[in-house]
């Protein structure tokens, strides 16, 4: 039963100590956190390496608790299970986030893998746009490991932000990206 695994809440909205230093440059930043690598069952970081997975925030701060684990772990099979239904809620949580920041007088920004490493560019909704397509006007931000997201091919939105992120083992990779840049 899918009821299990669906959370009431996906987005995390300026609850870490970096997100809320934003504000005072007037950005609210909402924030996905899944379950880390495999340990939903799912592999959410293709390319973690054994110092990423040592070093990772999933159990920083709040993410310690058991119950914030089993949420993040909830979510994460919800993503791999039912996605189609993930995505809607995400895309109407976004919305929700855009509104309560323009009320507040913020900018919305959002990371969609602020524990995981998931490609949401190559994902649709049912219109046939991506969350970011979608969403034109946010700014979205992530940091990712797997070197060929960053392709010119793969056509990123211009309102995403992707960052490459070194690890202990892909020197080589960030030698060849910083080349095409």
């Known amino acids: 039963n899918m009821k299990l695994y669906k959370s009431k809440k996906l987005l995390n909205i300026d609850n870490n100590a970096k997100t809320i230093k934003g504000q005072k440059y007037k950005y609210m930043t909402a924030i996905l956190y899944l379950a880390p690598a495999r340990e939903s069952g799912f592999n959410v970081c293709a390319m973690a390496s054994i110092g990423c997975k040592a070093s990772c925030l999933n159990k920083a701060g709040r993410g310690q608790m058991g119950s914030v684990q089993l949420g993040r772990i909830n979510k994460t099979k919800w993503y791999f299970l039912e996605r189609e239904s993930f995505l809607n809620q995400l895309r109407i949580e976004i919305k929700r986030h855009i509104l309560r920041g323009k009320k507040k007088g913020f900018k919305p920004a959002i990371r969609l893998n602020g524990t995981s490493d998931l490609p949401f560019e190559r994902y649709k909704l049912e219109n046939?746009?991506?969350?970011?397509?979608?969403?034109?006007?946010v700014q979205f931000i992530d940091y990712t490991k797997i070197s060929n997201r960053l392709d010119k091919k793969n056509k990123i939105p211009k309102n995403y932000s992707l960052t490459y992120s070194q690890a202990e083992n892909n020197l080589d990779n960030v030698k060849k990206i910083l080349k095409t840049k």
């Open 128 to 137: 046939g746009l991506n969350l970011m397509e979608n969403n034109p006007n």
